[in-house]
T-cell receptor
Framework: NAGVTQTPKFQVLKTGQSMTLQCAQDMNHEYMSWYRQDPGMGLRLIHYSVGAGITDQGEVPNGYNVSRSTTEDFPLRLLSAAPSQTSVYFC???????????FGPGTRLLVL | TQLLEQSPQFLSIQEGENLTVYCNSS?????LQWYRQEPGEGPVLLVTVVTGGEVKKLKRLTFQFGDARKDSSLHITAAQPGDTGLYLCAGAKNQGGKLIFGQGTELSVKP
């Protein structure tokens, strides 16, 4: 099992550009989530999904969109990147919400 | 507003010392998890506590869930340089609910 995979590992964007951060898991987990990690802020929940076709907002959803067309994939879209979105992004999955989260290796994003 | 407050945020100690990290909230959680994160990697689960007053031990690490299920602590005995990392607590307010993380405690253990 590959676990949770994320691509790309690093990305530099210019303000206003759009991009999609990819996340996939092969553990047949129903629950998937996206977090951003900034110094001194811990992990903040952006969006989450309790199953295919169902998504909901977390603590900091503005500027991000998600979709969950399959159990395996949970992409995160930045529609118009802003410098405030410079961060490290982690995707995680679990059997159900509130249970052990399995994290991907992260995507480091720099928005200039 | 941080639902889970961790303290201290930074801790630098010598090898062999003991330390305690606290995770506090005004809210009740159905379960609380502790994760450890190393630089450049995602967090990895250390333990989950679900019962008020529960104590779990993982080698030199002792985890406790408060009686009212609003707080938790992580105690490390005789810290070693390999314990260096970011320690994160995370709580779920209800079973199946989303997980909320604290700000993290950055621990540095010097040889």
């Amino acid at each position: 099992n590959a676990g949770v995979t994320q691509t790309p590992k690093f990305q530099v964007l210019k303000t206003g550009q759009s991009m999609t951060l990819q996340c996939a898991q092969d553990m047949n987990h129903e629950y998937m989530s996206w977090y951003r990690q900034d110094p001194g802020m811990g992990l903040r929940l952006i969006h989450y999904s309790v199953g295919a076709g169902i998504t909901d907002q977390g603590e900091v959803p503005n500027g991000y969109n998600v979709s969950r067309s399959t159990t395996e994939d949970f992409p995160l879209r930045l529609l118009s990147a802003a410098p405030s979105q410079t961060s490290v992004y982690f995707c995680a999955s679990s059997l159900q919400g509130g249970e052990t989260q399995y994290f991907g290796p992260g995507t480091r994003l720099l928005v200039l | 507003t941080q639902l889970l407050e961790q303290s201290p945020q930074f801790l630098s100690i010598q090898e062999g010392e003991n330390l305690t990290v606290y995770c506090n909230s005004s809210s009740v959680f159905s379960s609380l998890q502790w994760y450890r994160q190393e630089p450049g990697e995602g967090p990895v689960l250390l333990v989950t506590v679900v019962t008020g007053g529960e104590v779990k031990k993982l080698k030199r690490l002792t985890f406790q869930f408060g009686d009212a299920r609003k707080d938790s602590s992580l105690h490390i005995t005789a810290a070693q340089p390999g314990d260096t990392g970011l320690y994160l607590c995370a709580g779920a307010k209800n079973q199946g609910g989303k997980l909320i993380f604290g700000q993290g405690t950055e621990l540095s253990v010097k040889p």
